[in-house]
């Protein structure tokens, strides 16, 4: 029995508690085999055998059978897609794989042991959908895009063995996919998340601001394009974001005045500023802790907090 990350490939059926299709692999068994081992530990049973596979549901009925077996039936933990009557697709009206099926079906359970909260739980399951789930629906049924750029499907792909390779261990071939699977599905979930909570955080921020300046306590991934799509009217009147470095230094920036013109700023630092030594720069503000002000104006640096906000505060005042 050969077993990567949480995933084993059986040979006794009556051990398994998934089945789906044996090699070659595709991307959307393969990630649906991910996501089921994000929630539990998978021995997958690898077989288009019919007849074995509803003998088998028949005594184990938590067996989850995806990609194989001609049935869609979330209730009984059937996630086929390739028979005739098979009618589930998203609102574009593009068919459902196994990957979307399986991801509809646990997203909300997986995302749970990822700590996501609750309130958010469907917009990320939405997020990831859109994001990952659906391209690799999509070329699951035929549909692949015209762009050079190599898709995760075609890199899952490239864990088959090839046709002249003298020894093809297929299922070790699986698991090699489904181990990158797990990579690519575990970081989705966590920049989504992340990235979901910092819309909430900034929102926050903008609504306690009073004035130009959005003071951050800790920085938050986003922020920017987070302001520049709030609706709250504060957010329009925002100049600098405040935030400290991962350095321990603080950091003021410049905010941009829309997201198509994410390379301007509202106001950008005066040009006297820009790219001096920070003896210098220390000498034209009199503040003291002053580190460094970008050649371009967008951003610039103090030791401390008390010395970012004056920064700040000068240069809005020139």
Not at 276 to 304: D, M, Q, Y
Request: net charge neutral; aromatic share 10%; proline share 4%.
């Amino acid at each position: 029995m050969e077993k990567v990350n949480r995933v084993a490939v059986v040979s006794d059926v009556w051990r398994a508690n998934a089945i789906t299709h044996p090699a070659p692999h595709h991307a959307d068994e393969v990630f649906a085999t991910a996501m089921l081992s994000l929630i539990k530990e998978v021995h997958v049973f690898r077989t288009r055998d019919l007849e074995l596979i509803l003998k088998v549901k028949d005594l184990k009925h938590n067996v989850v059978v995806y990609d194989v077996g001609g049935i869609y039936d979330p209730d009984l933990l059937f996630f086929d897609h390739h028979q005739k009557e098979f009618e589930e697709h998203y609102s574009d009206f593009m068919k459902y794989s196994s990957a979307g099926l399986v991801w509809r079906r646990f997203s909300k359970e997986i995302l749970a042991k990822f700590d996501c909260p609750i309130n958010l739980l469907v917009e990320a399951s939405v997020v990831i959908s859109n994001d990952l789930i659906y391209g690799i629906d999509l070329r699951d049924n035929g549909c692949a895009s015209s762009g050079k750029e190599m898709s995760v499907s075609k890199m899952i792909d490239l864990f088959n063995p090839n046709w002249d390779e003298a020894k093809q261990d297929v299922d070790g071939a699986f698991l090699k996919a489904v181990k990158l699977a797990q990579e690519i599905l575990v970081r989705k979930i966590r920049k989504t998340i992340s990235s979901i909570k910092a819309r909430e955080r900034i929102g926050e921020l903008i609504g306690l601001s009073d004035g130009k300046l959005l003071i951050m306590s800790e920085f938050v991934g986003g922020w920017i394009e987070n302001t520049l799509r709030s609706h709250n009217p504060k957010a329009r009147r925002l100049i600098y974001g405040i935030f400290p470095d991962y350095d321990g230094e603080w950091r003021v920036q410049a905010i941009p005045p829309a997201l198509n013109r994410i390379r301007d700023k509202r106001k950008p630092f005066p040009k006297a500023w820009c790219g001096v030594p920070r003896t210098e720069l220390v000498k034209i503000t009199g503040i003291e802790s002053a580190v460094f002000c970008h050649p371009n104006g967008f951003i610039a640096g103090a030791l401390t907090y008390e010395d970012a906000i004056k920064i700040a505060e000068l240069a809005l005042a020139l």
